[in-house]
């Protein structure tokens, strides 16, 4: 999506907004009752996974993501930050420093929940050695107003505690090609950021897919967890853009 049509764009309507909460408990819901689809995800080879959490939340609202990659294979790390406020100088520093200890290893792939995706595209940026590949689920990366999420009032009141110049990322149209595989995860019905400034321009190694999912659900959507098992467990530099499983397309709305 090109950032003329992103000026326009504004949060999601209340009506979305409001029935979060709601949508969100079905999403929990509907995880308990695909657990016996899920079982066929496909598994993993053992590399090493970073899961960054949302504005306001810590490694507790990520923890049923992160068992299931746990048990698909994979090593698989929360940030253990605490609570995510924001890009203050104890999180930015911190997630760099844990970066390079998980990568003694080998290439990390990172999946990052609304904002926590936004810290791991920038984690890309500045060291794509260290990262294999990004998984953003309903991160507002290309976001040209602050107003585009309804948590702009969280953010500005915590913005105090955050490093010089981190009041919005730079354009995303501005900046150099993203430098790893990426997968932007968005959905049409999230109530707290604009789908528009969740997605990108798809192209070599960078793809969008829709589910259908409230933003406070996607740790839990059976679709995102879905993509997510499927993107990991590509090989390195074999990556093909997402397609839905026989018998699961009506999982995966149309873009």
């Not at 999506?1 to 079905?26: D, F, I, K, Q």
């Not at 981190?166 to 707290?192: C, L, N, Q, W």
Request: one cysteine or more; glycine letters at 10%.
């Amino acid at each position: 999506m090109s950032a003329s049509h992103l000026v326009s764009v504004t949060a999601p309507g209340l009506l979305w907004y409001l029935t979060e909460p709601t949508r969100a408990a079905v999403d929990i819901g509907q995880y308990a009752a695909t657990r016996s689809v899920l079982r066929a995800a496909p598994s993993g080879d053992g590399h090493t996974v970073l899961v960054l959490p949302g504005l306001g939340t810590n490694d507790g609202a990520t923890a049923p993501l992160r068992k299931f990659l746990t048990g698909l294979g994979y090593d698989v790390h929360g940030w253990g930050l605490g609570w995510n406020i924001g890009p203050s100088i104890e999180a930015v520093r911190g997630m760099r420093e844990l970066l390079r200890e998980l990568a003694v290893g080998g290439k990390v792939s990172i999946v990052g929940w609304s904002l926590g995706g936004i810290f791991a595209r920038e984690l890309a940026r500045d060291h794509p050695g260290m990262v294999r590949q990004v998984i953003t689920l309903g991160s507002p990366y290309a976001m040209t107003d602050l107003r585009q999420t309804r948590v702009n009032p969280v953010y500005q009141l915590l913005a105090w505690f955050y490093v010089s110049g981190a009041e919005m990322p730079p354009p995303e149209h501005t900046r150099p090609r993203f430098p790893v595989p990426s997968t932007s995860v968005y959905s049409k019905s999230d109530g707290i950021v604009a789908w528009q400034a969740c997605v990108s321009t798809p192209g070599a190694r960078r793809e969008n897919v829709a589910v259908a999912c409230s933003h406070l659900g996607y740790g839990y959507n059976a679709s995102v967890l879905w993509v997510i098992a499927d993107r990991l467990a590509q090989r390195p530099n074999r990556w093909r853009p997402f397609t839905p499983p026989p018998g699961m397309a009506r999982m995966f709305p149309e873009d």
